[in-house]
């Protein structure tokens, strides 16, 4: 998982796995959730991302050990 910001276009783009988008569904304004050829998530998109959230306050947790 990859999470990025833009401050210049001030998008925040949470990539769930690697792959190209074929389809997007709009949850709310400005909230795109980006699938996969087989209808799968592969990144959720945050248009205008300093109005929805304090950028300042994201905290990354990472499991010690991936199961599998």
Do not use: C, Q, W
Request: glycine share 6%.
């Amino acid at each position: 998982m990859k999470i990025k910001y833009s401050r210049e276009a001030d998008v925040l783009l949470i990539e769930l796995r690697e792959g190209h988008p074929a389809d997007s569904i709009d949850l709310k304004e400005g909230v795109i959730l980006h699938l996969d050829e087989r209808g799968l998530p592969l990144e959720i998109e945050i248009l205008d991302a300093s109005k929805l959230t304090s950028l300042g306050e994201i905290h990354i947790m990472a499991p010690l050990e991936v199961v599998r």
